[in-house]
């Protein structure tokens, strides 16, 4: 039977408003200047403050945007600029895994914004209407805004190109270091011919954030799709099946299914992102279901301690239907 690959995983780099305080005037001497073209520099995970003197535009593609490159190596590199002082404007990108495409995807504050209209009225709601216009760029505000970079230890650098500022050109360096993780997920035991399942145990304490990045194919016309996350804390070896979608002793983070054709949770095969909480989980991994036999292309799991990327709150990629 021919396999098609109708599975593959890629961030939607999904928006979120960032509620923190106002700068005080500690950050004046510290925020680098931010120009209409931007270089950032890094040999490892960590921070930045940087400062935009006006508004600045980007392209809004979340695929080979011409305004966002990002060069190096290593297995995943993904940085978000956020505004620190109100507002929800974001900037968000990751290049990714080769088994995931290796690909750059972006995303952020896009304008113009949707609108909805209540009926039959905003005080005693029954439906709305809304409209998501096309975007037509991605808009960050005149502000200070926190710059965090996630890269497994390989130089890395990334060029943004933002289209309305007066400073032509700025270098910037990390100002501090942030600890992350980056592990190879594997594939672990399988299940019968349907279902597989894949991940692995770090050391690493005091996590603040876990995601993972995974792809695998699947057959579109297979009666049942499915897939599970899973996180562990297990204070020694993990039991057989311990990714499973049962994930037995540890934190299942979700499951979302597609039956004979018919979209179930969102549409498709969604995972989100595992803030941590007070756990600090070890083992991330998770499962694939496919009556007519999945197949694992590879995932790659990641842990931040110290700060978190919100832009990486959630991630999803749909079954095709075809």
């Not at 399942?197 to 005091?206: M, P, W």
Request: hydrophobic share 35%; glycine share 12%.
């Amino acid at each position: 039977m021919r396999r098609t690959a109708v599975w593959t995983i890629a961030p939607a780099l999904l928006v979120a408003a960032v509620v923190t305080a106002s700068p005080s005037s500690a950050h004046l001497p510290t925020a680098k200047t931010v120009g209409s073209v931007t270089t950032i520099t890094a040999t490892q995970s960590g921070t930045a403050e940087l400062v935009l003197d006006d508004d600045a535009t980007l392209s809004p593609r979340a695929e080979r945007n011409p305004d966002v490159h990002i060069a190096g190596s290593g297995r995943l590199v993904a940085f978000e600029l956020t505004r620190r002082d109100g507002g929800g404007d974001i900037l968000s990108g990751a290049r990714l895994p080769r088994f995931a495409g290796g690909g750059t995807v972006v995303g952020g504050s896009t304008t113009p914004p949707g609108s909805c209209t209540a009926w039959p009225s905003n005080d005693a709601a029954l439906q709305e209407n809304c409209t998501d216009p096309s975007p037509k760029a991605i808009t960050l505000h005149e502000g200070y805004y926190h710059l965090v970079v996630v890269t497994d230890g390989a130089p890395v650098r990334i060029t943004l190109t933002l289209h309305g500022l007066q400073t032509a050109r700025s270098m910037v360096r990390l100002q501090s270091s942030l600890r992350s993780l980056e592990a190879t997920l594997p594939e672990r035991e399988s299940i019968g011919s349907s279902t597989l399942t894949y991940g692995t145990d770090v050391n690493f304490a005091g996590a603040s954030q876990t995601f993972s990045i995974v792809a695998a194919r699947l057959h579109a016309a297979a009666p049942v799709l499915a897939s599970s996350i899973c996180s562990r804390s297990d204070s020694g070896a993990p039991p057989p099946y311990a990714f499973s979608a049962a994930c037995p002793n540890g934190d299942d983070s979700g499951v979302s299914w597609r039956i004979s054709g018919v979209p179930e949770a969102q549409g498709g095969v969604v995972f989100v992102g595992s803030p941590t909480g007070s756990s600090s989980p070890d083992g991330l991994g998770g499962s694939f279901t496919d009556n007519d036999g999945p197949r694992y292309l590879g995932g790659l799991g990641v842990w931040i301690a110290g700060d978190t990327l919100t832009s990486f709150g959630g991630y999803s990629s749909n079954i095709a239907a075809h």
